[in-house]
Nanobody
Framework: VELVESGGGLVQAGGSLRLSCAAS????????MGWFRQPPGKEREFVAG???????YYADSVKGRFTISRDNAKNTVYLQMNSLKPEDTAVYYC???????????????WGQGTQVTVSS
């Protein structure tokens, strides 16, 4: 499975961005999809996950601000990020895992990452 992220960039605090992740090479509905991020100098952390049909999961730090969704017809997962804060600055990674969402880094496939920078 190949994952390609897009939509990162520079935004002011309080602004919004939408990340996209296009998947290819597998049966998309077999996989839970997730977003992780790695802030500068820190470890990669779970941001949000979505099961193949129902069920979404969020890190406490993004609940109420970020929304994960997927379009199974387009083999694409999205992360809508609103009310962005400087501490959201990180490289954001898309990930795929067979069937279930987990908050650890034990996912099967990873994208190359896209930079999100939030200025104060």
């Amino acid at each position: 499975v190949e994952l390609v992220e897009s939509g990162g960039g520079l935004v002011q605090a309080g602004g919004s961005l939408r990340l996209s992740c296009a998947a290819s090479g597998g049966t998309f509905t077999n996989y839970a999809m997730g977003w992780f991020r790695q802030p500068p100098g820190k470890e990669r952390e779970f941001v949000a996950g979505i099961r193949w049909k129902f069920g979404t999961y969020y890190a406490d730090s993004v609940k109420g601000r970020f929304t994960i969704s997927r379009d199974n017809a387009k083999n694409t997962v999205y992360l809508q990020m609103n009310s962005l804060k400087p501490e959201d600055t990180a490289v954001y990674y898309c990930a795929a895992r067979f069937r279930e969402v987990v908050v650890t880094s034990h996912w099967d496939y990873w994208g190359q990452g896209t930079q999100v920078t939030v200025s104060s």
